[in-house]
């Protein structure tokens, strides 16, 4: 393990509809840990992370994941890191038109060469480690309810195995039961498989219970990266006001 | 790194050595390593995992799995040597595994099921139709009693869409048609040196049947997916069900304006297409037949009675009302995903024009019988 980060972002700025979202914002992710972004409303977390997956170039700086610059980076170079990563979209994004099956496989189909056998065990296996059962497998997205295409969403997304995950919004919409297990997924999966996770979430659970570290976002930039723990100490005034209210003053609690 | 094995079978001591990356792509080469091996009958089996740089969980799958194939009540394996992380993920692997590790398999149905499920379901398609339409009149009656309740920006949004967006089009396609048509029927009627009677013809056929049925067949191709895939997309948003939670009825503010507004914009757009037509008719008889534009227009007006204009723009609205509420109930019909979309918009478009054409054919024979 070296200590390189996984993920290093300097200096991005991004111009969105005549704002800037992000004005010479700087990140960087330790491999193995559990990263949250979090932010108010509109602070630019979405945007950040579709930046990082190439879904959307900034208008300068550098994101370096895996040791490869991407904002200059070939479709090679990007390919080679896309199957090294897996993405949970906040709206899930699985196929309509395919299973849950066809679903999960679709990422083993198309980068190895597998036969049909292997693909179909090894996509039931991760069908059934993120918290489905194997019944699920032949139904559609539509046939689901929320919390179950949450998890679908996760088996493809860990279906090749990838060193990096990144989860927008993962328990958002998840009743407790559910969020709480989902916890426990993202920590089993980190423990089990080395995962490194780049998550945003609102969740003061997920925060508290599951992350190594937390970036908060604000003005355009990352105010402070910092555990959870001491994160809520920090006085700039923006994360006093995102942590005290009365629901994060409770978690806190808790916690401490 | 690839001439060397990554899985072997030390009989000896009777252990089995697992060696290298065994992740995700190596998984092929592991297979075939372990298809060399001779398994012993018997006995117990030690698994080494000490020379193992990594592994992900499709490594300890197929070790678990290759393993659980080869184990019986003789042969006994055992894990050794592994580190902390792989052994946790083959302890998690293994406790999945033992789950049903199939998908159910879902029923086949042979061709008769099929034919069979598939009448039955467009019986309730059709059911499911008269329901829509019923249901519409009766929003439409009551909103002739509560004038309050109609939308008139959304209508003019309608007709501002479907009617005036689409006018350039129209009249490029009619122009050509009658372009094409007075081509046609030009060189045969010099033939016979009956020139003239191309006003007669191209009239007749512009404003009785050219006009009307292209109009309907470009609207339906162009409004009538539309309406599918916008009230479709809605669905699927549940805007549509978040409408009726407010007490708007999606009748109100989504199916009648664009039902109404086609009515209004359809019979328009023909009269703008017979038009086009005629002039395309003018432009070619003058460039071929020699038939100055004031002698066409003038034997125009004597030969072509009212009658012929008024037929084919009688026609439209019931064109209209076939785009506008199948488009409308195909729409409402999807549901799941964009898949569905896709699906129902291509119904709409298909059915439209197959009806529009149906209807035309019945109009024939109705005003033939007539003896209009
Ligand atoms: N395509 C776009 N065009 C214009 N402005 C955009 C676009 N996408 C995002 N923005 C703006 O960028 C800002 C950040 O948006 P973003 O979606 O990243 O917020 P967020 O932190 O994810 O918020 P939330 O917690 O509500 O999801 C917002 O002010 C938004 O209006
Ligand atoms: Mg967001």
Redo the contacts with the bound molecule.
């Keep these: 393990m070296t200590q390189q980060p996984i993920i290093e972002v300097k200096d991005i700025s991004i111009n ?2 005549g ?1 800037w ?1 992000h004005k010479n914002l700087n990140l960087s992710v330790n491999r193995g840990e559990i990263l949250a972004i979090v ?10 992370l ?1 930046e990082m997956l190439m879904l959307q170039k900034p208008d300068s700086g550098s994101i370096r994941i895996f040791d490869h610059e991407l904002t200059t980076a070939s479709r090679l170079t990007l390919l080679e890191v896309q199957k090294r990563w897996g993405v949970l979209f ?1 709206q899930n994004a699985l196929f309509s038109s395919l299973t849950v099956q066809e679903n999960t496989a679709f990422p083993l189909r198309e980068h190895t060469e597998l036969d049909t056998k292997t693909i179909n065990d090894l996509a039931i296996l991760k069908i059934l480690l993120s918290g489905l059962s194997a019944d699920a497998a032949v139904k559609y997205p539509a046939e689901l309810s929320g919390g179950m295409q949450k998890r679908a969403g996760v088996a493809r997304a860990i279906v090749l195995d990838p060193e990096l995950l990144f989860l927008d ?1 993962p328990t958002s919409g998840l009743d407790p039961e559910s969020a709480g297990a989902f916890d426990e997924l993202i920590l089993n999966l980190q423990k089990t498989m080395g995962l490194t996770i780049v998550m ?1 979430t ?1 969740d003061l659970d997920s925060l508290w219970h599951v992350t190594n570290r937390v970036a908060f ?1 604000g003005e355009g930039k990352v105010l402070c990266v910092d555990a959870m723990a001491a994160l809520v100490k920090n006085p700039h005034p923006l994360i006093q006001a995102f942590f005290s209210g009365a629901r994060g003053r409770t978690t806190q609690r808790i916690y401490d | 790194m690839n001439t060397q094995t990554l899985v072997s079978l030390d009989p000896e001591s009777s252990r089995l050595i697992c060696r290298g990356e065994w992740n995700l792509a190596n998984l092929i080469k592991i297979k075939n390593d372990i298809k060399k091996i001779s398994w012993p009958k018997q006995g117990a089996l030690i698994v080494d995992g000490q020379d193992i740089t990594k592994m992900d969980s499709a490594g300890a799958w197929l070790l678990n799995y290759s393993l659980k194939k080869i184990s019986s009540n003789k042969l006994t394996t055992q894990l050794q040597h592994f580190s902390e992380q792989a052994a946790e993920l083959l302890a998690l692997v293994a406790a999945r595994a033992d789950d049903a590790l199939e998908a159910p398999v879902l029923r086949h149905q042979n061709t008769l099921e099929r034919v069979g499920r598939g009448a039955v379901q467009q019986l309730g398609e059709l059911r499911d139709f008269l329901e829509f339409t019923g249901q519409l009149a009766f929003e439409f009656a009551r909103g002739i009693f509560h004038p309050k309740s109609w939308r008139w920006s959304e209508l003019a949004a309608v007709i501002y869409q479907t009617g005036l967006q689409a006018l350039p089009i129209i009249a490029l396609l009619s122009f050509m048609i009658g372009v094409v048509i007075s081509y046609q029927m030009g060189n045969q009627l010099r033939n016979y040196g009956a020139n003239v009677f191309i006003v007669n013809l191209l009239g007749l056929s512009i404003l009785r049947e050219f006009g009307p049925l292209i109009t309907a067949i470009m609207v339906a191709g162009r409004t009538g997916s539309a309406f599918t895939a916008q009230l479709g997309t809605m669905k699927l948003n549940q805007e549509v069900d978040a409408l009726n939670t407010m007490g708007v009825t999606p009748g109100q503010l989504l199916l009648l304006p664009r039902l109404l507004g086609l009515f209004i914009a359809l019979p328009l757009l023909t009269m703008w297409a017979d038009i086009f037509g005629v002039l395309g008719g003018i432009v070619m008889a003058n460039s071929m037949l020699g038939i100055t534009a004031s002698d066409f227009l003038h034997r125009f007006q004597v030969e072509i009675p009212m009658r012929a204009l008024l037929i084919g723009l009688g026609k439209a609205p019931v064109f209209a009302l076939l785009i506008g509420s199948i488009g409308c109930f195909q729409g409402m019909k999807v549901e799941g995903g964009a898949d569905s979309v896709g699906k129902q918009t291509t119904r709409s478009v298909v059915l439209a024009i197959f009806f529009i054409i149906v209807a035309d054919a019945i109009f024939s024979i109705i005003f033939s019988r007539l003896q209009l």
């Design positions: 969105l509809g704002a979202v932010g108010g409303s509109g602070s630019g977390k979405t945007t950040l579709r906040q919004e945003v609102h976002l």
